[in-house]
């Protein structure tokens, strides 16, 4: 059953526009989906029944950096590992105060047990990292440097990829150097591009730091998202309309959402992938052939890099069925072009550490973008109950021609970010 109305939620602007309703039982956070997976149009339009016959994530720990993550979600059951609470609020990291990470974990590893969310890496495991957004730290006394001490924890832990589906409108250093410290020990580190391109599009952190890889959202269509901030910090894009996530912290209930936090998801799950697969190669290595099969619109110039879409949209089926995408130098940054010194990281264990040390890499500002926007208006409302739309570009990695991708008249304008600052205003991405 669908039923109409918006939701806006806490983490990062996730707007809600549909809702999966479900019954709760008791008070525990067991409910399941009436049928989540039918509403999953990016899993067949990425072909993701063909990818999980060659990889399903199997071996890659990803850190979920985010709200926390229920580990007695039906889709979730046997797929988190200890984590830890950085925000030091009240509760653990397995007590999501708004159910946004239980939903980002189950876009990435979701069983889709009970008619729940199944994941893209289906067999990858999750860390969860809680940190507070604005709202929770207005609420209640948490630990100011909790995003910080996340990522440089997640770097020590058994991790090789960071999700990070949390944003802020200011720069901040301590935070930018555990995110190059993350870098420096072998890790990927995907975050959300931002929700509001629409209303001043300032750059996000820590999507806007070069050590990271900012990821921007597609729709259906294969267009950039019109909500999705854009700018030549921008490195992929993936799928973030109309992606199933629960509702509210009572885990009743998905909505069907929108946000680069989806994107995020959906990107880092990607790269569990294709590193499930080549269980050898670095971090550089399956970045780069992310960037290299992404799928790019007719009249892409070669070479070049989208403000709105980066190096294109995630496609692993095309490396995964088809071998496309070069991993090239095992020691160089795709992005930065510079030596990062990282190690591929062990193998996953049961626990993940605290706070770890700071440690410095030397980076170079991302691509220059080109300028490419989305060539018509999203559209608002709820879909069909059932649809299965997936004209997604043919994102599974076959011919991008259904990629809907226009080119702006005029360059775009990216806004400067801002100094150091005190206040941290943190929102879902």
Same mark, same amino acid.
């Given at each position: 059953?669908?039923?109409?109305?918006?939701?806006?939620?806490?983490?990062?602007?996730?707007?809600?526009?549909?809702?999966?309703?479900?019954?709760?039982?008791? +008070?525990? =956070?067991?409910? #399941? *989906?009436?049928?989540? !997976?039918?509403q999953?149009?990016?899993?067949? /339009?990425?072909?993701? @029944? &063909?990818?999980?016959?060659?990889?399903?994530?199997?071996?890659?720990?990803?850190?979920?950096?985010d709200?926390g993550?229920?580990?007695?979600?039906?889709?979730?059951?046997?797929?988190?590992l200890?984590?830890?609470?950085?925000?030091?609020?009240?509760?653990?990291?397995?007590?999501d105060?708004?159910?946004?990470?239980?939903?980002?974990?189950?876009?990435?590893?979701?069983?889709?047990?009970?008619?729940?969310?199944?994941?893209?890496?289906?067999?990858?495991? +999750?860390? =969860?990292?809680? #940190? *507070?957004?604005?709202? !929770?730290q207005?609420?209640?006394?948490?630990? /100011?440097f909790?995003? @910080? &001490?996340?990522?440089?924890?997640?770097?020590?832990?058994?991790?090789?990829?960071?999700?990070?589906?949390?944003?802020?409108?200011?720069?901040n250093?301590?935070?930018?150097?555990?995110?190059?410290?993350?870098?420096?020990?072998?890790?990927l580190?995907?975050?959300?591009?931002?929700?509001?391109?629409?209303?001043?599009?300032?750059?996000?952190?820590?999507?806007?730091?070069?050590?990271?890889?900012?990821?921007?959202?597609?729709?259906?269509d294969?267009?950039?998202?019109?909500?999705?901030?854009?700018?030549d910090?921008?490195?992929?894009?993936?799928?973030?309309?109309?992606?199933?996530?629960?509702?509210?912290?009572?885990?009743?209930?998905?909505?069907?959402?929108?946000?680069?936090?989806?994107?995020?998801?959906?990107?880092?799950?990607?790269?569990?992938?294709i590193?499930?697969?080549?269980?050898?190669?670095?971090?550089?290595?399956?970045?780069?052939?992310?960037?290299?099969?992404?799928?790019?619109?007719?009249?892409?110039?070669?070479?070049?890099?989208?403000?709105?879409?980066?190096?294109?949209?995630?496609?692993?089926?095309?490396?995964?069925?088809?071998?496309?995408?070069d991993?090239?130098?095992?020691?160089?940054?795709?992005?930065?072009k510079?030596?990062?010194?990282?190690?591929?990281?062990?193998?996953?264990?049961?626990?993940?550490?605290?706070?770890?040390?700071?440690?410095?890499?030397?980076?170079?500002?991302s691509?220059?973008?080109?300028?490419?926007?989305?060539?018509?208006?999203?559209t608002?409302?709820?879909?069909?109950?059932?649809?299965?739309?997936?004209?997604?570009?043919?994102?599974?990695?076959?011919?991008?021609?259904?990629?809907?991708?226009?080119?702006?008249?005029?360059?775009?304008v990216?806004?400067?970010?801002?100094?150091?600052?005190?206040?941290?205003?943190?929102?879902?991405?």
């Amino acid at each position: 059953m669908i039923e109409s109305g918006r939701l806006r939620r806490a983490f990062l602007g996730t707007t809600a526009i549909a809702v999966l309703t479900t019954s709760l039982v008791g +008070v525990a =956070p067991t409910a #399941v *989906a009436a049928d989540a !997976r039918s509403q999953q149009w990016y899993l067949d /339009a990425m072909k993701a @029944e &063909e990818i999980w016959k060659k990889t399903t994530g199997k071996g890659i720990t990803v850190a979920v950096i985010d709200s926390g993550v229920d580990p007695d979600t039906p889709s979730l059951k046997g797929k988190v590992l200890k984590g830890w609470d950085a925000s030091e609020s009240k509760g653990e990291e397995t007590d999501d105060y708004s159910g946004h990470g239980t939903s980002i974990a189950e876009v990435i590893v979701g069983s889709g047990a009970g008619g729940g969310i199944r994941g893209l890496a289906p067999d990858a495991r +999750v860390i =969860p990292y809680r #940190v *507070a957004d604005t709202e !929770r730290q207005n609420e209640q006394a948490v630990n /100011a440097f909790d995003m @910080e &001490e996340s990522i440089k924890a997640a770097a020590d832990s058994d991790a090789k990829i960071i999700n990070v589906s949390v944003a802020s409108d200011y720069y901040n250093e301590g935070i930018r150097e555990a995110v190059k410290y993350a870098q420096g020990k072998g890790k990927l580190v995907f975050a959300g591009a931002g929700n509001n391109a629409t209303k001043g599009n300032k750059p996000q952190y820590p999507a806007s730091y070069p050590e990271a890889v900012a990821v921007a959202a597609s729709d259906r269509d294969g267009s950039v998202a019109e909500y999705s901030q854009h700018g030549d910090t921008i490195d992929i894009a993936a799928p973030g309309t109309d992606v199933p996530g629960y509702c509210d912290k009572s885990l009743a209930k998905y909505c069907l959402s929108e946000g680069t936090s989806f994107s995020t998801a959906i990107a880092s799950a990607s790269a569990a992938l294709i590193w499930s697969m080549h269980p050898d190669w670095t971090g550089n290595q399956v970045l780069r052939v992310m960037l290299d099969s992404a799928a790019r619109g007719d009249g892409w110039e070669p070479g070049t890099v989208s403000d709105f879409l980066g190096h294109g949209i995630v496609r692993p089926n095309a490396h995964v069925s088809r071998g496309e995408g070069d991993p090239g130098d095992a020691n160089i940054n795709p992005l930065t072009k510079k030596p990062t010194g990282g190690a591929t990281g062990a193998a996953p264990s049961a626990t993940a550490s605290g706070p770890g040390s700071s440690g410095t890499s030397t980076t170079a500002p991302s691509a220059t973008a080109s300028t490419q926007a989305p060539d018509g208006e999203q559209t608002s409302g709820a879909p069909v109950a059932g649809s299965t739309e997936s004209a997604a570009a043919e994102a599974d990695g076959g011919s991008s021609t259904g990629l809907v991708i226009g080119i702006a008249a005029a360059a775009v304008v990216v806004l400067a970010g801002a100094g150091f600052v005190l206040a941290r205003r943190r929102r879902s991405a």
